[in-house]
Structure formats: C-alpha cells, structure tokens
C-alpha cells in the first residue's frame, strides 16, 4: 500500500467514449502527476500539478484533459481518445518545494490500465 | 539532448549470484539519481537515491547504487539475488532541483532458481 489509490485499475473503451480515471493520495503531498507508461519506452510525463495549480502539461494531446480539485485528488478526463493511447497511467505524489522539482522521491498508484478499441 | 539509457533490456541472473542493472546518463550539472523497481502488474516503488555525499549508496531490500561521476554511470547492485528481485527496474535522473525526472526505458531483470 503506497498510499496512492487509482481507479479504476483497468478500462476498455471505444473512441467515442468518454470516461475518467482518478487517484487520491493520503500522504499529505502537495504535488500529483500523471504519467503514461508504455512497454519499453520511458515513462511520459503528462500533467503536474502542484498545490492544485497546473504546472506542466508536457504538449499533450487535448483529448486528454486533468482535473485538481485538491491537493489529495487528480482525475484524467478521457474523450475521443485514439488505439494509440492504449497505455498504463500512473498516478503519482510527492512533496515539492515551492518553484522547484524537489529532491524527494515519487510515490506511485498501481496504474490504470487502459484499452481503447 | 538530456538523456537517460539502460542498455539492457533483460538482464538474467541465477539466484544466489551478485547483479548489476545499468544506467548511465546525459545530463548537464549535477544530477540527482534514482531507481524505481516495478512489481508485475504494480506501481513503481522507490528503490534508492544519490543526491550528494558517499557515491555508494543503500536503498531498500538489499540493493545498493554506485554514483560514478567520471563515467556518468549509476548502476544498480545487489551482492545475492532473490527470485522475488524479479520485477522491471527504472533509472531517474533530474539535472537539478527545479528539473523533473528523466527516464531510463527501464529494465526487466529476471532471478531464475
């Protein structure tokens, strides 16, 4: 248990679809990230967030959409997404200092695994 | 171009025996380095880190790093492999405090009994 919960842990959905993943950390971080993981590649860091303000989006597509309402929850909105997409998502935690990355480590959800047909 | 690479896709190893997964990297300053391991089917965990101070360092289960400056290296070691160590093990280096994270594509280490 690392104190990061993503749901849900597995979705398959058409390219018309849309749908959300979530992840909610207990561990009183002020900084959430997104990343997809795809086999053999680097993980691509997507979105990051910190003290719910967004500080990177890493020139990701707009059918990808995040959402912070707090510095506990992240939601990854999905629309029209592409087979392509098909990846792993992991959601991420960690305490950053105020203007910069930090040194401390990541704290990761298991992973969204997605589908998309 | 900032750059992080694990020329290793797999490495295999018997238990029992010493292993070593590689990582070197292609960043400007004085990095911070990491390694992650992944558990099938898990999230990636934090194995270790060097941020400054003794180039051999300690981390969970067993493992440890070396930080070699001169060959821009930071591989990952363990004196006596377990088949439980078998998972897909990430390099991470940030540049410098206000850089995120750059990533190694990652390499999966299989402990054979």
């Known amino acids: 248990e690392t104190g990061v919960t993503q749901t849900p842990r597995h979705l398959v959905m058409g390219m018309t679809n849309k749908k959300s993943l979530k992840c909610e950390q207990h561990?009183?971080?002020?900084?959430m990230y997104w990343y997809k993981q795809s086999a053999k590649k680097p993980l691509e860091l997507m979105f990051v967030y910190n003290f719910k303000e967004q500080t990177e989006n890493n020139s990701v597509p707009s059918r990808f959409s995040p959402e912070c309402p707090n510095s506990s929850h992240l939601f990854l909105h999905l629309h029209t997404l592409q087979p392509e997409d098909s990846a792993l998502y992991l959601c991420?935690?960690?305490?950053?200092?105020?203007?910069?990355?930090?040194?401390?480590?990541?704290?990761f959800g298991e992973g969204s695994r997605l589908t998309v047909l | 171009a900032q750059s992080v690479a694990q020329p290793e896709d797999q490495v295999n190893v018997a238990e029992g025996n010493p292993l070593t997964v590689k990582c070197t990297y292609s960043?400007?300053?004085?990095?911070?380095l990491f390694w992650y391991v992944q558990y099938p089917n898990r999230g990636l965990q934090f194995l270790l880190k060097?941020?400054?101070?003794d180039n051999l360092v300690k981390g969970s289960y067993g493992f440890e790093a070396e930080f070699n400056k001169s060959q821009t290296s930071f591989h990952l070691k363990k004196p006596s492999a377990l088949v439980s160590d078998s998972a897909l093990y990430f390099c991470a280096v940030r540049p410098d405090s206000n850089y995120q994270l750059i990533w190694g594509a990652g390499t999966k280490l299989i402990i054979k009994p």
């Open positions: 060097y941020i400054t101070g």
């Open positions: 960043v400007s300053g004085n990095p911070y």
């Open positions: 561990l009183g971080h002020n900084a």
């Open positions: 991420a935690s960690s305490h950053r200092p105020a203007g910069g990355a930090g040194t401390g480590e990541l704290f």
